[in-house]
């Protein structure tokens, strides 16, 4: 368990619809990543918050967006869905910028 | 854009063979890591390697980082089923994957 959280482990939803993604980062860790994983190839970064701040952006659509809250709790809210975006989307923490990432389980997400 | 290449992209092997996969980049990193993902989990780290011409050992894996810090290679010694997974490089800063080596080790 590496004590990062994601919400729902499994999601089916159809083309055009609008989908919120939660992640909860392990206990004291800052910063929180987003990444896509598409069937049998490695990750694409998304974005990364650090204390509810951006701190970086990778190859995001303009339809994906993310948020960090107070509580340090992330949500990467993906609409008009299209059925390329069908994917897992990996949450990961890390202390700082610098620290080691911890994964979570990921959210299937299948666009029918 | 700093990109990692990953190869082989598959390798299926039996029980007890070893096996090198290879991280290769044009660009130089300051350091490179090493996931293992298994089905269904999300990534695993393995190891960071720092310095060029570095080798860490974690029991089986061998991990080197190229002298010029723009390759790394992971070997394992007498593979076991429970190495099976989707192995990972990844560079500094998080952002930057490699697509990854689908490893199958049949008993």
């Known amino acids: 368990d590496s004590g990062v959280t994601q919400t729902p482990k499994h999601l089916i939803t159809a083309t055009g619809q609008r989908v919120t993604l939660r992640c909860s980062p392990r206990s004291g860790d800052l910063s929180v990543y987003w990444y896509q994983q598409s069937l049998d190839q490695g990750l694409q970064f998304l974005i990364q918050y650090y204390n509810g701040e951006e701190r970086a952006k990778g190859n995001i659509l303009e339809r994906f967006s993310a948020q960090q809250f107070p509580d340090l709790h992330s949500e990467l809210n993906l609409s008009s869905l299209e059925l390329g975006d069908s994917a897992l989307y990996f949450c990961?923490?890390?202390?700082?910028?610098?620290?080691?990432?911890?994964f979570g389980e990921g959210s299937r997400l299948t666009v029918l | 854009t700093q990109l990692l290449e990953q190869s082989p992209q598959f390798l299926s092997i039996q029980e007890g063979e070893n096996l090198t996969v290879y991280c290769n980049s044009s660009s130089v990193f300051s350091s490179l890591q090493w996931y293992r993902q298994e089905p269904g989990e999300g990534p695993v780290l393995l190891v960071t390697v720092v310095t060029g011409g570095e080798v860490k050992k974690l029991k089986r894996l061998t991990f080197q980082f190229g002298d010029a810090r723009k390759d790394s290679s992971l070997h394992i010694t007498a593979a076991q089923p429970g190495d099976t997974g989707l192995y990972l490089c990844a560079g500094e800063g998080k952002s930057t994957f490699g697509d990854g080596t689908t490893l199958t080790v049949k008993p």
């Open positions: 990961a923490s890390s202390v700082d910028a610098a620290g080691e990432l911890f």
